[in-house]
């Protein structure tokens, strides 16, 4: 059974960075789209940021508009982990952020979700 587990998020100064990271674990047939999304509360999820997988580059990226040029979305095909790199963050950046992968075969998958609070 594939899983996917979160991990670094935290509290925050507004301005600060965090990195969150998310590893796909399990027997399965490879990941074609791996995401962030988050939802605040009362508010319905939303997407952050997703990335596609290449062979021969670094995957196509889409953002949010909210947090183009301040969040970083990559990913290690061969750890399957994908990354968000989080710079300059807003209080209206706290959420609980969830990791998304489109599986092959498998299907759709989320992870538990992180805390990410940006407060002072």
């Known amino acids: 059974q594939v899983q996917l587990l979160e991990s670094g998020g935290g509290l925050v100064q507004p301005g600060g960075s965090l990195r969150l990271s998310c590893a796909a674990s399990?027997?399965?047939?490879?990941?074609?789209?791996m995401g962030w999304y988050r939802q605040a509360p009362g508010k319905q999820r939303e997407l952050v940021a997703t990335?596609?997988?290449?062979?021969?580059?670094?995957?196509?990226?889409n953002y949010a508009d909210s947090v183009k040029g301040r969040f970083t979305i990559s990913r290690d095909n061969a750890e399957n982990t994908v990354y968000l790199q989080m710079n300059s963050l807003k209080r209206e950046d706290t959420a609980v952020y969830y990791c998304?992968?489109?599986?092959?075969?498998?299907?759709?998958?989320w992870g538990q979700g992180t805390q990410v609070t940006v407060s002072s």
């Open positions: 399990g027997r399965h047939f490879g990941i074609n789209a």
């Open positions: 998304n992968a489109l599986f092959n075969i498998l299907g759709d998958r």
């Open positions: 990335i596609t997988r290449s062979i021969t580059s670094i995957g196509v990226t």
